[in-house]
């Protein structure tokens, strides 16, 4: 509440003060430790004043007391500071109305030992002002706190009037009795006024400091839990700070990175082109061949670029994905429209030579160039196919596979469609069993092409009719690898590059689409797959699952 409106809330009489039965919180106001300081005051107080009668050079001070009288109100001060310092005494603080009663029971004490030493004169008045600003700090009823002043104001005038009326003091002792009360009066309305200041003050500082300590706290879930990758790094480009996000893309442990070199130089490289130039062009990178696409982009916290920065690493997948739709969308139209322009004449040339080939009028050799003509317009027949096949591709249908349970089932539906016998080993995780988000169609299409590939490369190349399918996941469980392994003599280097282009193919047999076909369902549904070679230098593709895919 501002000054202002606090203003307003009162009566013009009172405006400043705080309102009645205003009552903080004892978060806000610590009433036990204000009580601690209090009766520790007390306790001195006492002390002090029992040290009085029994110091020899005080005898002179003390002659004209009422000793008993003195004596008994500084003990009594003395034994009740005692025991509300003892375990007892919490019983007192915790409650307002035993706190009020203590106040009540300090002004009598007072008045006895004012009485006691002769009056107002004396100087032990001076008591009533710490009572009486205690009681505007302890005590959260401003009714409370008042009543006391005026009791203290009310002992005051009638130790004035006893005096008077003894003749001990002349009426210009009510005048400085007067002055006296009123300065108690304006001493407990001034505390009660600073004391609900500050408790309004601290408790508005505690909310801010919640609400600051809140806002830290929902930033931090945010920065933890949010897709993309963010990490704090310096001038120099050291990484200081990095969010799980960043560390699952980046294939990070909780330890050790510390320069953004040892995280990938393409980064480090593009991080230091932005520093020196103040602009960036995204470029797609990858930490690995069968890693995530990612891309990063970066952001100053300060005017300059040499002081600490942002740099927040986006997973490309979905925008790859995305692309490949587009991609089969528009060949699927065109594709359509060729095949359909080719496939009735290619029938027709194909029907006619084998028509020819059947005829008694063409000799052997005119048979075999018919013969020549069927073949290669069923292969061209089987192109249009591959094509047809490619852009008939729909958006993915992702399901929940688990591949120890899914994949037997997968390779006895391939050897019963294949027309030749075929050893196909399957080596399964012994750990957990993973899980994968996949287009079972998609899926089944993408494991068949791999096994046809590499059954055929295995029969010209290794003189076999077998391949291994090998299950496996990354040393965090985070990605799932399968290595469809032929036993052929692998892809030559400069082959590499290219391996995944349309219509490029390394066997006479192959039609240079299968492999393409499964690049481009791969990257529709999430995965990646590249050629590799094993610890055994063994040829293998490798379809990798992301990180993103759970692990069961």
Known sequence: MTDASLQDSVPNSTRGQPPSGYEPSSAVRDINRLFVIYNRYRLLVGIGLLSVLFIPAANQLTAGFDQPLFGTGAAALLVTALLLASPPGLAVRSSQTRIFGLLLLDITLIALIVGATGGILS?????????????????????????????????????????????????????????????????????????????????????????????????????????????LADGAGGAAGINDSARRLLGLREDGVTHLVEI????????????????????????????????????????????????????????????????????????????????????????????????????????????????????????????????RRQAPKSKTIELNDWLPGCLDEYRSLHQQDCDIALKLPSGPNPVIAVDPEHFKRILSNLFDNGLRHSNEEGNCNRLRLDVSLDTRGDMVFLDVVDFGLGVPEYNIPRLFEPFFSTSKQGSGLGLYLCKELCEINGARLVYRRTHLNESAFRVTFDREQSIK
């Not at 009037?161 to 002055?179: K, N, P, Q």
């Not at 933890?224 to 990758?229: K, Q």
Request: hydrophobic content about 50%; some cysteine.
């Open 264 to 391: 990938s130089p393409e980064l480090a490289n593009q991080y230091q082109e932005w520093r020196e130039t103040g602009s960036h062009q995204p470029q797609p990178f990858r930490l690995a061949d069968d890693g995530p696409t990612m891309v990063a982009s970066f952001v100053s916290l300060d005017n300059g670029l040499d002081g600490e920065n942002l740099i927040f690493i986006e997973d490309y997948t979905p925008v790859t994905q995305f692309a490949q739709s587009l991609k089969l969308n528009s060949l699927s139209k065109l594709t359509a429209s060729i095949a359909h322009e080719i496939r009735n004449p290619l029938g027709a040339i194909s029907h006619a030579a084998q028509l020819l080939s059947e005829s008694g009028l063409i000799d052997d050799a005119d048979r075999v160039l018919c013969d020549i003509l069927v073949s290669n317009s069923r292969r061209v027949s089987d192109i249009i196919d591959n094509v047809s096949e490619v852009s």
């Open 123 to 231: 100087g032990f008045s001076v008591l009533y002002l710490i009572t009486v600003a205690a009681a505007a700090t302890l005590l959260n009823e401003r009714v409370l706190a008042t009543f006391i002043a005026a009791l203290s104001v009310l002992a005051v005038l009638v130790d004035a009037a006893w005096m008077v009326s003894r003749g001990e003091a002349t009426l210009g002792m009510m005048v400085s009795a007067g002055l006296l009360g009123s300065l108690l009066f304006a001493l407990s309305l001034l505390v009660q006024i600073l004391a609900y200041r500050l408790a309004t003050a601290e408790a508005e500082a505690t909310e801010a400091q919640a609400a600051v300590q809140t806002l830290q706290l929902l930033n931090e879930q945010i920065i933890s839990h949010m897709e993309t990758g963010i990490l």
